[in-house]
């Protein structure tokens, strides 16, 4: 093992407790210094990871909340779940500003644009729809249907929309061109994340599979394997310097692949089920991860 490898976190440090039921994801904040969850329960909380201190706890859904993000400035948060609408939120006050609607099912991924003067949400309802948080309006601006199935994860540029879909695709839509470039992978989407030079795309593939692209050409540099993902919504991500991939898996497990050559470098069990979310922080060696078991659990 690399050097490298052996630096990765593979520490449980502390255990974040108090959703009832699965957590459906769990993400960072913009710096680091707290970090957001979401899960069956209908909540959504936040967290100071480094003490394990439960920050605060936001109710507003009427079913399960499936995703979360925080604006870059950390004074806002969207969520969005089975209740079909989208959720933006004062982060200090708890106060929901807006409830975004316009999609006629299950919501799975809400993220910010980089400016937080929009929010982007995918659907079950085969579409992407993009939300002005200025305006005092409730619909979108502009949908985005061309997919021929549930869209899965969502990710923005401040030139592109990116999405994954059920229907094996990854679709980039260039906001300024009005061009949308498809690159089909042959297996279903259901996450999608970018590496931090924003030159690679990440799709996690219901054949267990984790696929990396080009994002510029849709070149497939790499396929990672190992895990389990075959029915479940989890996310894969990379380490804060792109040299590892980090995906979980339906028995629990975590891998770490190492992105060039994609052999295993680590692996550990994390959770006693479903890893559904992976999250590594922007500048430190830390990780969290979230499951179906109900808990958090913060990696150093």
């Known amino acids: 093992m690399s050097s490298a490898a052996q630096q990765l976190p593979r520490t449980e440090s502390r255990t974040l407790s108090g959703h009832e039921g699965a957590v459906l994801a769990v993400r960072f904040n913009h710096d680091g210094k707290y970090c957001l969850s979401c899960g069956k329960d209908r909540t959504v909380r936040l967290w100071n990871p480094h003490t394990g201190a439960h920050v605060k706890t936001y109710k507003s859904h009427g079913r399960e909340v ?21 959720f933006y939120w004062d982060v200090a006050s ?13 919501v799975n991924s809400v993220k910010f644009n980089e400016h937080n003067t929009v929010v982007l949400s995918a659907g079950y309802d085969r579409s992407v729809r993009a939300f002005d948080c200025r305006s005092q309006s409730s619909d979108p601006i502009q949908t985005i249907d061309t997919f021929q199935d549930s869209v899965m994860s ?12 059920v229907d094996g695709t990854v679709r980039t839509f260039d906001i300024r061109m009005g061009r949308e470039t498809v690159d089909n992978l042959g297996h279903p989407v259901n996450c999608i994340s970018l590496s ?26 790499q396929e990672y394997k190992g895990h389990i993902c075959k029915s479940f919504k989890m996310d894969c991500c990379l ?14 497990f975590v891998f770490f692949w190492e992105l060039v050559d994609a052999p295993i470098v680590a692996t550990f069990r994390a959770h006693s089920s479903v890893v559904t979310s992976v999250t590594y922080h922007p500048t430190k060696t830390c990780m969290l991860t979230s499951s179906v078991d109900g808990t958090i659990r913060v990696w150093t």
């Open 66 to 86: 499936r995703d979360v993000n925080a604006s870059s400035d950390n004074a806002k948060l969207v969520s969005c779940g089975g209740d079909k609408q989208i």
């Open 94 to 106: 708890g106060k929901v500003i807006r409830k975004f609607r316009g999609h006629n099912s299950e």
């Open 154 to 165: 969502v990710n923005v540029t401040n030139t592109e929309i990116i999405a994954g879909s």
């Open 196 to 221: 931090n030079d924003r030159n690679c795309l990440l799709a996690n593939c219901l054949d267990s599979t984790v696929r990396l692209l080009d994002k510029n050409s849709g070149e497939m540099l």
């Open 239 to 252: 380490t804060n310097d792109d040299a590892f991939v980090i995906g979980g898996s339906e028995d629990g």
